[in-house]
């Protein structure tokens, strides 16, 4: 069955970079979207921004001027990357995967990241 | 960006009853609407895309509705696994957006 799983650091100091990486197994990476969405506690859902398997992008507006998302077809797995961060990007942070109709079907367990000097 | 709203907030119930959550959009998204459930410290688990559209297991006592602005998750009779947050999120428009959330717990 279809399995992400989120791996980084669970501890950025402000102003530095957020690391995290999604690796997807148990699915063909080809054909399909691949999603960072975050959950600061207690808080709802935001979404972050996706690539699709060639590649390309769309992000947030609202985390666009901070975010990058990469892709690695070969090692099944896509990056977040997000810069400057503060003590607001606290947060669960989820991978999660969509089709062509950008419902989310499959998400990781998801990564606590605490931005704290 | 299209702002979700859902009402209630929580809503306290038994095993057996009936709950409707209401999920409303800023503007018009057809049916592209999706509803997830989520348990505490777990990843949000898909049940209903396209507005009423069942995800492939989920039992059949979740039911969904609406298009438009206005759109409704009902689950006919609530089981003890039920008890969660349930969320909805638009895909018409990016960004996609989540409601606030709707905590349904144990009366």
């Known amino acids: 069955q279809v399995q992400l799983q989120e791996s980084g650091p669970g501890l950025v100091k402000p102003s530095e970079t957020l690391s995290l990486t999604c690796t997807v197994s148990g699915a063909s990476f080809i054909s399909y979207y691949w999603s960072w969405i975050r959950q600061p506690p207690g808080k709802g859902l935001e979404w972050i921004g996706y690539?699709?398997?060639?590649?390309?992008?769309n992000y947030n507006p609202s985390l666009k001027s901070r975010v990058t998302i990469s892709v690695d077809t070969s090692k099944n797995q896509f990056s977040l990357k997000l810069s400057s961060v503060t003590a607001a990007d606290t947060a669960v942070y989820y991978c999660?995967?969509?089709?062509?109709?950008?419902?989310?079907?499959?998400w990781g367990q998801g990564t606590l990241v605490t931005v704290s000097s | 960006d299209i702002q979700m709203t859902q009402s209630p907030s929580s809503v306290s119930a038994s095993v057996g009853d009936r709950v409707t959550i209401t999920c409303r959009a800023s503007?018009?998204?057809?049916?592209?609407l999706a509803w997830y459930q989520q348990k505490p410290g777990k990843a949000p688990k898909f049940l209903i895309f396209a507005a009423s559209s069942l995800q492939s297991g989920v039992p059949s006592r979740f039911s969904g509705s609406g298009s438009g602005t206005d759109f409704t998750l009902t689950i006919s009779s609530l089981q003890p696994e039920d008890f969660a947050t349930y969320y909805c999120?638009?895909?018409?428009?990016?960004?996609?957006?989540f409601g606030p959330g709707t905590k349904v717990d144990i009366k």
């Open positions: 690539i699709y398997y060639t590649g390309s992008t």
């Open positions: 503007q018009g998204i057809s049916s592209w």
């Open positions: 999660a995967r969509h089709g062509d109709f950008y419902y989310f079907d499959y």
């Open positions: 999120q638009q895909a018409n428009s990016f960004p996609f957006t």
